[in-house]
């Protein structure tokens, strides 16, 4: 069979495609028939035309090969949920697209608030942190306060309260010292 011809036979009259058979290498070809292969893509039914082959009109096609009813609906269903999940996949698409936008937005926010609380950082430590001068002056100060705010009742109960005043003004004195 490697040998022999595929030979595509149309109608004489209606030059509409009609089969095909195998030939020996030496055979002639008639007004109707051809060795050319019909093209993919082609709706039949298939015309033979100067040699070569033209597919029908969807007119002609439809005539040729009407679709029963309720094909016909279940393919305009086919048709309508198509066009549903089109315009589902454009609106999830659209609301991507926005959460894109809002999350780089957003992140643009966070980098300023970072920012800032850096800042702020900065100046308080700026603030907690004093030359020796006045962190001096400053615990002498709250030792003089803390000595003051001691109660004559705390003076008359004995030496133990004054002793834990002095030691709690000390004490705060190098806390202040430290920072």
Not at 8 to 14: F, M, N, S
Not at 73 to 83: D, F, V
Request: proline content about 4%; overall charge negative.
């Amino acid at each position: 069979m490697s040998n022999q011809l595929f030979v595509r036979v149309a109608d004489p009259e209606t030059k509409i495609f009609t089969g095909c058979h195998y030939e020996d290498p030496n055979y002639k070809l008639k007004d109707n028939e051809t060795l050319e292969a019909i093209p993919d893509g082609l709706r039949p039914p298939y015309k033979l035309v100067n040699g070569n082959w033209v597919g029908a009109s969807e007119e002609e096609f439809d005539q040729s090969f009407p679709l029963p009813q309720g094909l016909k609906e279940a393919n305009e269903l086919a048709k309508q949920k198509q066009l549903s999940q089109q315009q589902f996949t454009a609106s999830m698409l659209k609301k991507v697209a926005t959460l894109t936008v809002d999350n780089a937005t957003q992140a643009q926010v966070n980098v300023n608030a970072i920012k800032d609380i850096a800042k702020l950082k900065i100046e308080l430590a700026k603030l907690t942190v004093k030359s020796p001068k006045t962190a001096a002056l400053d615990s002498s100060s709250a030792s003089e306060s803390n000595a003051a705010s001691v109660s004559g009742s705390q003076l008359t109960s004995g030496n133990d309260s004054v002793s834990q005043s002095i030691s709690n003004a000390k004490s705060m004195e190098g806390v202040s010292q430290n920072v």
